[in-house]
């Protein structure tokens, strides 16, 4: 088993066997830039919209029954601690979802570590400099894409992971550490079940581990890390039966209908951007040969990469934040290699690095880059929120016409408005009239389409009509012509004009002036 740091006794090269503050420094300067980067990018939309539900669900609001959301209930309570958290201390809950994501990436880190660093595969010299890496990939890499549930997922996998490349390597791991890892891995798995794809690769590379009797195997699969997953799963799998059961009665049946249906084909999902960059890190781990070696912490994460690549297949959409966990394993374990082939040159005592290490030094940093590039938004928020701020009163109530929730969050937040519609967007009516333009042959499964979509319909014109909220936002030309295409929001839209239009959304007003209703 390889390891970054050579059996003792070993003198660290003086490089590496600098003062502690010294060899912390550069962990602490990416963990820097992490931090300077969240005063640059805003939280995404997804998670604007999940912290305006864990809201309304703290304020007595039912799930799936006073408003829509088609996201399982796990990702509307990720975002309820920092709310309460948020409440205490007197701040903005984005505020304190980004202090909780680095909490909770600084103590996934530091325990990852701790456990390879018992199962001796890394020691204290190189610790820092993994922790750098750490930093780097899970805080700084994810720009505009921060605290989606993908990013909390792969930092809460990340002991887990560890754990399960301890165990490859034959060595023990303490119950506390696998408990906790389990327990964060269990809560990847219940915020999107294809996660466990993720898990279930480096599980089978554990289980395969050579010599074991079908007995040690058995006892290998229940360990304490994967009975604590298993239990936090199931638990999480009751909690959805008895507290939220309109998910399971209404909300499956609405994407059974429109939104699974509406997906990328096989191909495309393959050669999406975002996916691409995950197998053009591995490409290039198989070829500067890294692939011939079994080092099981690579192993694991090249095995947690296709994982979280196949789930990200799996739901289809082609969204970059959906390939973030894929990308950033197969950076992980790149760097990881690079940092054993650091490890024998310096050890080598060689003047010059060999010409394949600079080459993969490299070819690492030129995929950082496209992959920082890639999860980074266009940065038009700003200048939106500032239009909006201009033309709307004070915290106003705001709906959407489009299809794209980032349009309205986290604009109204920034705000301070009110979200008065009970969806964040109308994906229902967007996806049913995808479908519907396909063609569906089947005349009970049409049916159910245009039904879902009349009551897309129907539940926008009573938000409008009961709230008449401050702003009305039609997202580009294809939404404005949906609404001429249907009287009864033309119809309440009437009292509404165009007061300017940016980036192609119409910003729609009041023609009376008069200030809306709250949304009590």
């Known amino acids: 088993m390889a390891s970054l740091d050579p059996p003792t006794p070993w003198t660290a090269p003086r490089a590496w066997a600098a003062p502690a503050a010294a060899r912390l420094a550069p ?43 088609a996201n399982p209930p796990a990702s509307i309570l990720l975002y309820v601690p920092a709310i309460l958290a948020a409440r205490l201390a007197g701040v903005a809950p984005e505020a304190m979802v980004v202090v909780l994501v680095f909490v909770l990436g600084c103590a996934s880190l530091v325990l990852s570590l701790r456990i390879l660093a018992a199962a001796r595969l890394v020691g204290a010299a190189t610790a820092p400099w993994l922790a750098a890496a750490g930093f780097a990939v899970f805080l700084v890499l994810p720009t505009s894409i921060f605290a989606q549930r993908e990013h909390v997922a792969a930092i809460a996998v990340l002991p887990m992971l560890a754990v399960l490349a301890a165990r490859r390597a034959g060595c023990s ?25 993720a898990l279930a690769l480096p599980l089978g590379f554990v289980l395969a581990r050579p010599g074991r009797s079908l007995g040690d195997r058995l006892g290998d699969a229940l360990r304490p890390e994967t009975v604590a997953a298993a239990a936090m799963v199931l638990a999480y799998a009751a909690a959805v039966v008895l507290a939220f059961p309109a998910f399971l009665t209404d909300t499956l049946p609405l994407l059974q209908a429109v939104y699974l249906p509406v997906r990328l084909g096989l191909l495309e999902s393959l050669l999406s951007p975002a996916i691409a960059l995950a197998w053009l890190a591995l490409a290039a781990w198989v070829l500067l040969g890294w692939g011939r070696r079994r080092d ?8 947690a990469a296709c994982g979280f690549a196949a789930a990200a297949l799996v739901q289809g959409k082609g969204w970059s934040y959906q390939a973030y966990p894929a990308v950033a394993f197969a950076l992980l374990a790149c760097l990881w290699r690079l940092f054993v082939e650091a490890a024998a040159w310096r050890r080598g005592g060689s003047g010059r690095p060999e010409p394949r290490l600079l080459a993969a030094g490299a070819c690492l940093i030129v995929l950082g880059v ?47 408005g009110v979200w008065v519609d009970p969806m964040a967007c109308r994906w229902i009516s967007g996806n049913a009239a995808l479908l519907l333009g396909e063609g569906v042959a089947d005349p009970e499964r049409r049916q159910a389409i245009e039904g879902y979509a009349r009551l897309d319909r129907e539940r926008l014109v009573a938000a409008i009509e009961r709230f008449r909220p401050d702003v009305v936002l039609v997202q580009d030309e ?17 009292p509404y004009r165009v007061a300017q239009t940016f980036g192609g959304v119409s910003i729609m007003l009041r023609r009376d002036g008069a200030a809306a209703g709250g949304a009590g």
């Open 296 to 303: 099981p912490v690579e192993t694991v994460s090249v095995l």
């Open 173 to 197: 791991v303490s119950t506390r550490a696998a408990l906790a890892a389990g327990l964060a891995a269990g809560l990847a798995v219940a915020v999107k079940p294809h996660f466990a794809l």
């Open 370 to 416: 496209a992959a920082l590039v890639r999860f980074a938004d266009d940065r038009q928020l700003p200048a939106f929120t500032e239009v909006v701020r201009r033309l709307a009163p004070a915290h106003p109530s705001m709906v959407l016409i489009g299809h794209g929730l980032g349009v309205g969050h986290p604009l109204v937040r920034r705000l301070q």
């Open 27 to 69: 962990a602490l300067a990416v963990l820097a830039l992490a931090v300077a980067l969240r005063g640059v990018y805003d939280l995404p939309g997804d998670v604007s919209w999940l912290l305006t539900l864990g809201e309304r669900l703290l304020a007595g609001e039912r799930p799936y029954v006073d408003f829509v959301e």
């Open 478 to 494: 294809t939404w404005r012509a949906w609404v001429a295409a249907h009287a009864e929001v033309a119809g309440a839209l009437a």
